[in-house]
C-alpha cells in the first residue's frame, strides 16, 4: 500500500484545514488508517484513527471535539477535518495504515504503512 497525504499549510490559530490521505496499490478494506504527527524535537504521537471495515473512530484527548475523521470509499481516500486549530498543533502530520490492528490502534509501530507527511503550521 502507497500512501499519500496532503492538506496541510499555514492558517491562523483558530481556522481550519481538511488532510487527506489516499491509498494506492491496494484498497484501505481491512485496514485501520491513522494519523499521527511529530512536531521538531518531540516525539510522534497518535493524533486519530478509523477502521474501514465498520468506520470506527478513535482521537486522542486533545483532538476530541475539534478533529473528524472520515472516509470515502469511492476514492479509497479517508480525510481529516481540524477546526479550532491552535499553535501546539504544529507539527507534521503522517498517515499510516495497518491491519489486524486491534488495542494498539493508538501506537506508530501497530502499522505497516507510512504517508511522507504533510506539514501543518499554526500561527498564533
Known amino acids: 500500500v502507497q500512501l499519500q497525504a496532503f492538506g496541510g499549510g499555514l492558517v491562523q490559530a483558530g481556522g481550519s484545514l481538511r488532510l487527506s490521505c489516499a491509498a494506492s496499490?491496494?484498497?484501505?478494506?481491512?485496514?485501520?488508517v491513522g494519523w499521527f504527527r511529530q512536531a521538531p524535537g518531540k516525539e510522534r504521537e497518535f493524533v486519530a484513527a478509523i477502521r474501514w471495515s465498520g468506520g470506527s473512530t478513535y482521537y486522542a484527548d486533545s483532538m476530541k471535539g475539534r478533529f473528524t475523521f472520515s472516509r470515502d470509499y469511492a476514492k479509497n481516500t479517508v480525510y481529516l477535518q481540524m477546526n479550532s486549530l491552535k499553535p501546539e498543533d504544529t507539527a507534521v502530520y503522517y498517515c499510516?495504515?495497518?491491519?489486524?490492528?486491534?488495542?494498539?490502534?493508538?501506537?506508530?509501530?501497530?502499522?505497516?504503512?507510512w504517508g511522507q507527511g504533510t506539514q501543518v503550521t499554526v500561527s498564533s
Open positions: 496499490g491496494r484498497t484501505f478494506s481491512s485496514y485501520a
Open positions: 499510516a495504515a495497518g491491519r489486524g490492528i486491534s488495542s494498539t490502534i493508538y501506537r506508530a509501530g501497530a502499522y505497516d504503512y
